[in-house]
Structures are given as structure tokens and as C-alpha cells.
């Protein structure tokens, strides 16, 4: 499969627990987006990155969250100290520079805080 | 105001009916115009890009008024398997990033 993977699909953690999560892009695609998603709400931009680099953060990211693409290839987003209302479903996206800038999506993974 | 705006439905149509959203997006510099698809519990896909001069693709066409700040999505003859969310999407800037309206939920039955 050559689309967009990410992992866990869900995740259900305690309160003021940390957790990670880890989404793989299509392989030459060097713009990769994390956006986030409440139950009857379009997808909200949270952060993305052109190969290694953050460009933007979105004011949704605080500083409890933290996102990485170390090798230009990989990232992860973590929370530390979740909170309830971190409960919503993380979508990964990407796209190569250049081209149409079609965003191609994973599956995404559900965050359930208690 | 949010920056992208859609009448959440739902729209409950007969297989066979033409159906049509509108989307309104508040910042005039806005670069590109999408609709994309959302089945329930799914990931967004892309529907179609929207250019000034209309689109049609297949049963799907889609405009956009720059002027107004307005863009529009006409399906016609529905099948069941249109049911889903259909999210009208901008840009704004090099980054690309997506702003995602809440979306329209489309019911089409037998």
C-alpha cells in the first residue's frame, strides 16, 4: 500500500497521560500536515512541515504538543498531559511541492482521553 | 466568523435528484477551491478543484464567484453512494494548508 499510514488508528488514554502518535507519508511527497477533527467539524490545520522543517504552527498547538519529521520522511505528534478535550480524531496529510497540491490523507488516529 | 461556511444539512434527497451546496469563504486573498468527500469515520478525499471558469466532472460541477466569495457544488441524478459530508475546502497562502468548512451531509435514499 502506497498511500499515507498512520499509527495507532485509536488510542484511548488517561487523562494527563502523554501519548504519540506516528504518520507516514507517501514516500516522495515532501510536505506533510497534521490537522485535527471534532465529531461534526471539518478538519482544523494543527502544523506542517517541508521535508525536515516546521513551517508553521497553528495557534490550536500548544505547547503541549510537539511535532517532528527528524529524516524528512516520518512524524509524530505528541501530547503530554492530555486533556479531555484533546479527544478528537488526528489527521496526517501530504503532498509534494510542486505539483497539484492534492493533499492526500490517512486513515487517522482517534484519540478517546477519560 | 469562521473562515469557511456551509449549511450543515442534512440534505435528504431521492435517488435520482439534483442536489446543491454552497460554501461561503471570508478572506478575499484565498488561492484554491476544493470540495472534498468525508464517508462516515473516513478520512477527507478529494472530490474536485474548483476553478473560476467551472468544472464539471462527470455528475459533479462546480463553481466559484470570486466576486461574492461564494462557491458552489450541483450533483446530479444522486446514488445512494453520494451519501456522505462534503466539505468545502481553501487555501490561502504558499503553505497550502487547508481550511476545511464543517461541512454538508447529503442523504440520498431509495
Not at chain 1, 501519548?19 to 507519508?25: E, G, N
Not at chain 1, 520522511?73 to 511541492?97: N, V
Not at chain 2, 484554491?32 to 464517508?39: E, G, H, T, V
Amino acid at each position: 500500500d502506497t498511500g499515507v499510514s498512520q499509527d495507532p488508528r485509536h488510542k484511548i488514554t488517561k487523562r494527563g497521560q502523554n501519548v504519540t502518535f506516528r504518520c507516514d507519508p507517501i514516500s516522495e511527497h515532501n510536505r506533510l500536515y497534521w490537522y485535527r477533527q471534532t465529531l461534526g467539524q471539518g478538519p482544523e490545520f494543527l502544523t506542517y512541515f517541508q521535508n525536515e522543517a516546521q513551517l508553521e504552527k497553528s495557534r490550536l498547538l500548544s505547547d503541549r504538543f510537539s511535532a517532528e519529521r527528524p529524516k524528512g520522511s516520518f512524524s509524530t505528534l505528541e501530547i503530554q498531559r492530555t486533556e479531555q478535550g484533546d479527544s478528537a480524531m488526528y489527521l496526517c496529510a501530504s503532498t509534494r511541492q510542486g505539483t497539484t497540491y492534492e493533499q492526500y490523507f490517512g486513515p487517522g488516529t482517534r484519540l478517546t482521553v477519560t | 466568523r469562521k473562515e469557511v461556511e456551509q449549511d450543515p444539512g442534512p440534505f435528504n434527497v431521492p435517488e435520482g435528484a439534483t442536489v446543491a451546496f454552497n460554501c461561503t469563504y471570508s478572506n478575499s486573498a484565498s488561492q484554491s477551491f476544493f470540495w472534498y468527500r468525508q464517508d462516515c469515520r473516513k478520512e477527507p478525499k478529494l472530490l474536485m478543484s474548483v476553478y473560476s471558469s467551472g468544472n464539471e466532472d462527470g455528475r459533479f460541477t462546480a463553481q466559484l464567484n470570486r466576486a461574492s466569495q461564494y462557491i458552489s457544488l450541483l450533483i446530479r441524478d444522486s446514488k445512494l453512494s453520494d451519501s456522505a459530508t462534503y466539505l468545502c475546502v481553501v487555501t490561502v497562502d504558499s503553505s497550502y494548508k487547508l481550511i476545511f468548512g464543517s461541512g454538508t451531509r447529503l442523504l440520498v435514499r431509495p
